[in-house]
């Protein structure tokens, strides 16, 4: 019983996040916290994510980001990520501090993960990670380089994944882990259940970057051109489709609180893939 609940805490949820072009795969792995989850459920209780408090509606206020010039090339994008990153930072602390979570700044590895409790998807198709395990982006350079050297691209990507790490300080992962592990769902729902998470993190990204849009180093084009890249990746059935997506990324663009961001309760259409 004890060695099944171990390998039960290290599962991995693997999903995909196709944006234009650029195969950037999200791995989101945790384990569980069964104080803050479980209580009630002998009850009859089950988790959800819709109760975590981003749906309280806390401003996201306008936020200087202080960026370096964009370089095209691998070798100087660690220090454009550690740059952004402070950035998110910035924007989601004092947010994160009025909801009563834990301002925690994600770690951030400038190459693929190890395999193990965040375990590698193809690499053929992966080009970032996150990992809840760890609390660490993974960027590895080489990869999300190839096939885009626009900022844009890469200011939706770091935002997007930074979304989930905002997610798991929420315990909206927890939720999502602990619903696979309490109530096993049919793969429709589970499917249903990775979009929502998945275009949370992209409304999330866009409440980002309409805080930092015309502010310091990022322009209102550039911020508008990474929402629009964030709205329009490759429809995924467990990304949603395009509409979905162009949907939750200007919602949290023109909508300065996270209440914006919930899509627990959206309407099936707004986070259908088709």
């Known amino acids: 019983m004890g060695g099944a609940a171990s390998q039960r805490r290290q599962r991995v949820g693997v999903v995909l996040f196709l944006l234009v072009g650029l195969a950037t795969a999200l791995v989101v792995a945790h384990e569980r916290e069964p104080d803050r989850w479980f209580a009630g459920l002998a009850a009859g209780g089950r988790p959800s994510p819709a109760d975590n408090p981003l749906r309280d509606g806390f401003v996201v206020a306008p936020t200087d980001c202080s960026l370096p010039v964009f370089a095209e090339n691998a070798a100087a994008l660690p220090s454009y990520y550690e740059a952004l990153t402070t950035c998110l930072d910035a924007v989601w602390r004092p947010v994160l501090r009025a909801a009563g979570l834990p301002a925690e700044r994600p770690a951030l590895v400038a190459a693929a993960p190890p395999p193990g409790r965040c375990a590698r998807p193809d690499p053929r198709s992966a080009s970032a990670w996150y990992c809840g395990a760890n609390r660490t982006m993974y960027l590895p350079p080489d990869r999300l380089m190839v ?8 200011l939706g990507v770091v935002a997007h994944e930074y ?23 049919g793969p429709e729902l589970a499917v249903e259940e990775s979009r929502r998470l998945e275009l949370q993190a992209t409304c999330l990204a866009g409440l980002f970057l309409g805080a930092v849009a015309g502010h310091g180093s990022v322009s209102r084009e550039l911020a508008e051109r990474a929402v629009h890249n964030l709205g329009h990746g490759e429809a995924a059935t467990t990304h949603g489709g395009v509409r979905s997506q162009t949907f939750w990324a200007e919602r949290g663009y023109t909508w300065p609180t996270t209440a914006a961001c919930d899509t627990w309760t959206a309407r099936p259409d707004e986070v259908s893939y088709r």
Request: charged share 15%.
């Open 163 to 185: 979304g989930h790490h905002v997610q798991l300080l929420a315990g909206v992962m927890d939720a999502v882990w602990a619903n696979a592990e309490l109530r096993p769902a």
């Open 147 to 154: 096939g885009t050297g626009n900022p844009d691209v890469h």
